[in-house]
Every structure is written in C-alpha cells, then in structure tokens.
C-alpha cells in the first residue's frame, strides 16, 4: 500500500485519482510510464506532518500531499491534494497563503485540475515554489475548504532530491544562476566599455572640430612666418550657452604675436555648439593649437 497513491495518481493523464497516500511525512520517488508511446513521468511526494478534522461529508483523518512532477505532455507541475474535502476554487483559479520556514506568508494562486476535482489543485509558477523548498525545511499552506475553516497543512520538505524527476540539482542551479550572472556582469562591463569609447571618440571628434575652427580663425598676419612649428595651450571656460566665460593661457608658445593669435581666434570661435553625443555644452575646454610652417 505504500506506493499506492504514487502509482495510481500518475498513471492517470490528468492525475485525477482521489487515492490516499500512504506513506511516511518524507519524500518519495516514482516513475511511470504514460500513453501509448509510454513516455516517462517522475514525480516526488511527500505527505503533511499533521492531518486535518473535517465535518460531514468528509469526516475523518485528512493528509494533504505535496507533489512535484515532471510530464511529458504537461512540463513540470506542483499539485495539493487532500486525501478528501473539497478546497474552494473557482472555475479558473484561487489562492492558497504559503510559508517557508520563518519568512514572512504570501499568497499563491492555485488552478483547478481539468476534471475540476477540487481535492487536487495546481500551483502556478511552480518553478519558484520548488526553488524555495530547495532552500527550506518547513513549509506551510493555508487552505479555504468547504464547509470549514480555513485550514494549515505544513511539510517538512527537507530532502527533496529534484534530479529523481529529471530536474536540476540545488548545486547545478547555484552554479547555472553564478553563471548567469557573471555573464550579465560581463556584459555590463563590456557595455560600459563600449559606451566609454564611444563617448570618447565623440569627445575626440567635438575637441577636433572645436579645433579646426580655431584654427581657421587665426589671422597670421603680422606673423613672423620664417619659424617652425609652435604650440599654445588655453583653458576655455564656457557659460551654458556656449559664449565665453574667461580665456587662460596655460601653456605658451614662445611666440606671443601667436598666442594673441589664437586667443582673438577662440573669441571669434564662439559662440560653441553642444556636443552630438552628450547634448551638452561643456563647461571648460582644454584646447592645444598648433601651427605648422
């Protein structure tokens, strides 16, 4: 009698077989073969620690089960089931108050099975519970039945072993979910990266345009031209519309007739445009202009 309620729960299609489960408040494995191509469904139940006392018609001792179940048709589900009784639902869905351990209770929503046996219902987001009784030694549910109160089962769900019904271990999902997130930490490095040089080539080409202005801007005319090359430096310091605030020469060239050059050209320059990429206007510039001869 042991497997009883194992074997006949799933050899059904829609696992709708008001059998009792008889067995011990831990986990128990089953695997059955399904339709005529006997494809394979594993399933892991255990039973509550305590049984509930229901009034007429269902009176007498009443366990609920836990299942956990892969199916070929069907994927993976987790079901409540109550040896009888009935647990309000309707046509479409009602909620169950689940707690793990000492976190805090929050409803779950629950289905009815496709023969609307309301002694077995489906858990929506069944993955997520299974997570959390991975991780947990109790848990709680908290259901409305018929011509009752509503009623607590608790599980001791320690010991659940998923690969029994082809899932992953607690092991393969810690190092999957590390993964997966050094994966997206990766990307987000990666992106970053890609923006910053991005940015930077755009500040390059804003700095060499600014630049080429400036450049055409410098009259050479008093210009003593038999030198080389010589090179300035400034820090523009601009207001939010992009005229000048102050012009500072922080680097000479040598040559002061170029210098004051370039220092009318930068005044003729403004006032400057916005960045493309930013959108904004910077609030100093650290320009270096050069002259070739």
Same mark, same amino acid.
């Given at each position: 009698?042991?497997?009883?309620?194992?074997?006949?729960?799933?050899?059904?299609?829609?696992?709708?077989?008001?059998?009792?489960?008889?067995?011990?408040?831990?986990?128990?494995?089953?695997?059955?073969?399904?339709?005529?191509?006997?494809?394979?469904?594993?399933?892991?139940?255990?039973?509550?620690?305590?049984?509930?006392?229901?009034?007429?018609?269902?009176?007498?001792?009443?366990?609920?089960?836990?299942?956990?179940?892969?199916?070929?048709?069907?994927?993976?589900?987790?079901?409540?089931?109550?040896?009888?009784?009935?647990?309000?639902?309707?046509?479409?869905?009602?909620?169950?108050?689940?707690?793990?351990?000492?976190?805090?209770? /929050?409803?779950? #929503? =629950?289905? %009815?099975?496709? *023969?609307?046996?309301n002694h077995l219902l489906f858990a929506s987001q069944p993955e997520a519970l299974e997570e959390k009784i991975l991780r947990s030694?109790?848990?709680?549910?908290?259901?409305?039945?018929?011509?009752?109160?509503?009623?607590?089962?608790?599980?001791?769900?320690?010991?659940?072993?998923?690969?029994?019904?082809?899932?992953?271990?607690?092991?393969?999902?810690?190092?999957?979910?590390?993964?997966?997130?050094?994966?997206?930490?990766?990307?987000?490095?990666?992106?970053?990266?890609?923006?910053?040089?991005?940015?930077?080539?755009?500040?390059?080409?804003?700095?060499?345009?600014?630049?080429?202005?400036?450049?055409?801007?410098?009259?050479?005319?008093?210009?003593?031209?038999?030198?080389?090359?010589?090179?300035?430096? /400034?820090?523009? #310091? =601009?207001? %939010?519309?992009? *005229?000048?605030?102050?012009?500072?020469?922080?680097?000479?060239?040598?040559?002061?007739?170029?210098?004051?050059?370039?220092?009318?050209?930068?005044?003729?320059?403004?006032?400057?445009?916005?960045?493309?990429?930013?959108?904004?206007?910077?609030?100093?510039?650290?320009?270096?202009?050069?002259?070739?001869?």
């Amino acid at each position: 009698m042991r497997r009883c309620f194992m074997r006949l729960y799933f050899l059904a299609l829609y696992s709708c077989l008001a059998i009792p489960f008889e067995a011990t408040a831990a986990w128990e494995y089953e695997s059955f073969k399904m339709g005529i191509d006997e494809e394979i469904a594993k399933a892991a139940g255990v039973r509550s620690i305590n049984s509930l006392s229901l009034d007429f018609p269902y009176q007498g001792e009443t366990f609920g089960h836990l299942v956990l179940r892969t199916h070929p048709e069907s994927g993976f589900n987790l079901m409540i089931i109550l040896d009888r009784g009935q647990i309000l639902c309707g046509i479409d869905s009602c909620e169950m108050r689940i707690k793990f351990d000492n976190e805090p209770s /929050y409803s779950a #929503e =629950l289905s %009815p099975s496709d *023969s609307y046996d309301n002694h077995l219902l489906f858990a929506s987001q069944p993955e997520a519970l299974e997570e959390k009784i991975l991780r947990s030694k109790l848990m709680k549910i908290e259901l409305k039945l018929f011509q009752s109160a509503a009623k607590i089962l608790e599980f001791d769900v320690s010991g659940l072993d998923p690969t029994k019904i082809e899932r992953p271990s607690l092991k393969a999902r810690q190092a999957e979910e590390a993964a997966r997130q050094r994966a997206e930490q990766e990307l987000l490095v990666e992106q970053h990266k890609r923006a910053q040089e991005k940015l930077a080539a755009a500040e390059a080409e804003y700095f060499k345009k600014i630049v080429a202005r400036i450049q055409a801007n410098t009259s050479l005319a008093d210009f003593n031209t038999t030198v080389g090359s010589l090179t300035s430096e /400034y820090l523009v #310091e =601009l207001l %939010p519309n992009g *005229s000048i605030k102050n012009v500072q020469l922080t680097k000479p060239s040598g040559n002061s007739t170029y210098d004051q050059a370039v220092h009318t050209a930068i005044h003729a320059s403004a006032p400057f445009e916005a960045n493309s990429t930013t959108g904004k206007i910077p609030a100093s510039l650290q320009i270096t202009i050069k002259l070739k001869r």
